[in-house]
């Protein structure tokens, strides 16, 4: 089945250090996989997307993901964390006949003064 | 501004009510998705519709129904054979068969039973 797992409930760092929010895949076929934020009581923002091409992709904020195959990873970055990133990250793949997105459980980042 | 209307953001129901949560959307997307928000567990589908007058169940439609008469409206009412309707509720759209499209969110519908 296509789906993507987050292996961390929880990712803490220090402002101005780099984060990082990992994310494997399990698909079939060419990996569409995505990233989202979600502030508190909010909709999900989209970050940044791999369909194709360059492993590392760029998104909104400073954000950037690794595609990696051999590791079947998607891994959010981001060169140094702010307090206002602090939020709930979803990694998320398309799926199957329904083109629904399929989504992880979700890390929450916090990013300490 | 382009993008998807929840309404309401809070709502209350008493256990044996049927409730409706309204999803509007003004970008042009064929394809809607209505998701289910539980703490530790991601993101549910419930059901999703990719044109008008068409709409498919998801992984949890049980208790659940909808809608999708307009291509800019798709309504989901809860009702009361939801046996634990109290969840944060999302709306999506996509264009359809866009497998490279992301999903557009809107600002969500919090459901409390009371």
């Known amino acids: 089945a296509q789906s993507v797992a987050q292996p961390e409930d929880q990712v803490n760092v220090a402002e101005g250090n780099p984060l990082t929010v990992k994310c494997t895949y399990s698909v079939s076929g060419n990996p569409y996989l995505f990233w989202y934020v979600q502030y508190p009581n909010r909709g999900l923002q989209f970050l940044l997307k791999?369909?194709?091409?360059?492993?590392l992709v760029k998104g909104s904020y400073g954000f950037e993901a690794e595609f990696n195959k051999s590791q079947t990873s998607f891994h959010l970055k981001k060169p140094s964390a702010l307090v206002s990133d602090s939020a709930l990250y979803f990694c998320?793949?398309?799926?199957?006949?329904?083109?629904?997105?399929?989504f992880g459980a979700g890390t929450r980042l916090t990013v300490k003064p | 501004d382009g993008g998807i209307t929840q309404s309401p953001k809070y709502l209350f129901r008493k256990e044996g009510q049927n409730v409706t949560l309204s999803c509007e959307q003004n970008?042009?997307?064929?394809?809607m998705y209505w998701y289910r928000q539980d703490p530790g567990q991601g993101l549910r589908l419930i059901y999703y519709s990719q044109i008008v007058n068409d709409f498919q169940k998801g992984d949890i439609a049980e208790g659940y129904s909808v809608s999708r008469e307009k291509k800019e409206s798709f309504p989901l009412t809860v009702t009361s054979a939801q046996k634990n309707p109290t969840a944060f509720y999302l709306c999506?759209?996509?264009?359809?068969?866009?497998?490279?499209?992301?999903?557009?969110f809107g600002e969500g519908s919090r459901l409390t039973v009371l």
């Open positions: 791999y369909i194709t091409g360059d492993n």
């Open positions: 999506a759209s996509s264009n359809a068969g866009g497998w490279a499209g992301e999903l557009f």
């Open positions: 998320a793949v398309r799926v199957g006949v329904r083109n629904d997105m399929r």
């Open positions: 970008l042009n997307h064929d394809a």
